[in-house]
């Protein structure tokens, strides 16, 4: 019997597995801040639901998915769970600064066996990556990100973005120092929020 998520059909092995992140992140939640608390009662539709809703706009055959400011994993982890069983190959990196966060991911990785590792440093400390995808949700703005996307991602790869009521502010922001092709999604989860997916970033002049 299968299950869905963010409309997409899962196994149920995907669907405990996403259960087991969100035990992990509200057992965790109580040490470290991975999570707003306020979110905590509403974590499979506010941060479950809303991470897995970008994987479907992912291109089939990645191989590589960086995930920068990965924090609590969202939506690192839960990417990278939906991706077991639809893209068993591909390979995911979180990057994150904060030491006990990193702890956090390692954990989950090893205890759900995730075909993930993690880098404990500065976005932009970090080696760049040559991504096919790079994912990022609630970081920073729009123009704040597009060093670190096109540091980290391959000449034909995509950024797939997580973006709330100020996207559109943002992308002309953005679009006054960098150029870029542009889908942008409704999010399922957040009336106000756009899923962006940005590829052929390039520095105006």
Same mark, same amino acid.
């Given at each position: 019997m299968g299950m869905t998520?963010?409309? %997409?059909?899962v196994s149920r092995e995907t669907y405990e597995q996403l259960k087991q992140l969100?035990?992990?992140? %509200?057992k965790w939640t109580k040490k470290i801040n991975l999570i707003s608390p306020a979110t905590i009662s509403d974590i499979w539709a506010r941060h479950i639901t809303d991470s897995a %809703?970008?994987?479907p706009f992912a291109p089939?055959?990645?191989r590589k998915w960086v995930d920068i400011g990965s924090g609590?994993?969202?939506p690192g982890l839960v990417v990278a769970i939906l991706? /077991?069983? /639809?893209?068993?190959?591909?390979?995911f990196v979180l990057l994150e600064s904060d030491q006990r966060k990193c702890t956090f991911l390692r954990t989950v990785i090893r205890e759900l066996d995730l075909n993930a590792s993690v880098i404990a440093t500065r976005i932009e400390d970090a080696p760049p990556q040559l991504a096919d995808i790079v994912s990022a949700r609630a970081l920073t703005s729009l123009s704040a990100l597009m060093p670190y996307l096109e540091t980290h991602l391959s000449p034909t790869g995509q950024a797939l973005?997580? /973006?709330?009521k100020r996207h559109a502010e943002e992308i002309a922001e953005a679009r006054q120092s960098w150029f870029f092709d542009l889908e942008d999604h409704q999010s399922l989860t957040d009336p106000d929020g756009r899923l962006l997916v940005i590829k052929g970033i390039r520095r105006v002049g």
């Open positions: 998520i963010a409309g %997409q059909d969100s035990d992990l992140v %509200q %809703q970008i994987y089939e055959n990645f609590g994993g969202f991706a /077991k069983a /639809k893209n068993p190959e591909a390979t973005l997580h /973006k709330g």
